[in-house]
């Protein structure tokens, strides 16, 4: 039964993850910007310093794919690059106004998703799912560290 209940419960997180992708695609498709490049943006916006392999990492994505998203937000004119000056393998990436109204859009449609898959949640069932899945991605963290050791 226990077994059961854990698969069922790691197929509906996923369930959700994949609902979740899904609305923020619908709600952003009108804007010309892909859910992923709309996510870079908020990285870029809140970390206006960061670099490729730094959001890449943090997307968990490689930089190669971090190069391709910026590469169209620049053509699309949503950010500008620019080379360093001491180091030429570095780039500046610099939100321009489209760019800063993309970002101000997104966080509006985000916390309009937000609140629309939260609907009829109290705080405290809010509270409790919050600390369930803290839970779950620290043992999920350690189960990785485990894992990597081994190697």
């Given at each position: 039964?226990?077994k059961?209940?854990q698969h069922?419960i790691?197929n509906?997180?996923r ?9 923020i ?10 859910r ?7 990285i ?16 968990e ?16 004119g949503?950010i500008?690059?620019s ?9 500046h ?7 800063k109204k993309?970002?101000d859009?997104?966080?509006l ?9 939260f ?8 509270e409790?799912?919050a600390a369930f899945?803290?839970?779950v991605i620290?043992?999920?963290e350690?189960?990785?560290?485990s894992?990597s050791?081994?190697?």
């Open positions: 039964m226990r059961e209940l069922q790691i509906l997180f369930q959700s993850d994949q609902a979740m992708k899904r609305v695609g619908k709600k952003v498709e009108d804007t010309g910007i892909y992923s490049q709309h996510r870079l943006l908020m870029l916006g809140k970390h206006p310093d960061c670099s490729q392999r730094a959001i890449a990492n943090k997307m994505i490689s930089p190669a794919a971090v190069a391709v998203s910026l590469k169209k937000l620049e053509k699309s949503y500008t690059r080379c360093d000056a001491e180091d030429n393998r570095m780039n990436v610099v939100i321009t106004d489209k760019g993309a970002i859009q997104s966080i449609y985000f916390q309009e998703i937000e609140d629309a898959m609907e009829g949640f109290s705080q405290e069932e809010l409790t799912y899945l803290e839970r620290h043992n999920g350690r189960y990785y560290q894992l050791q081994k190697n």
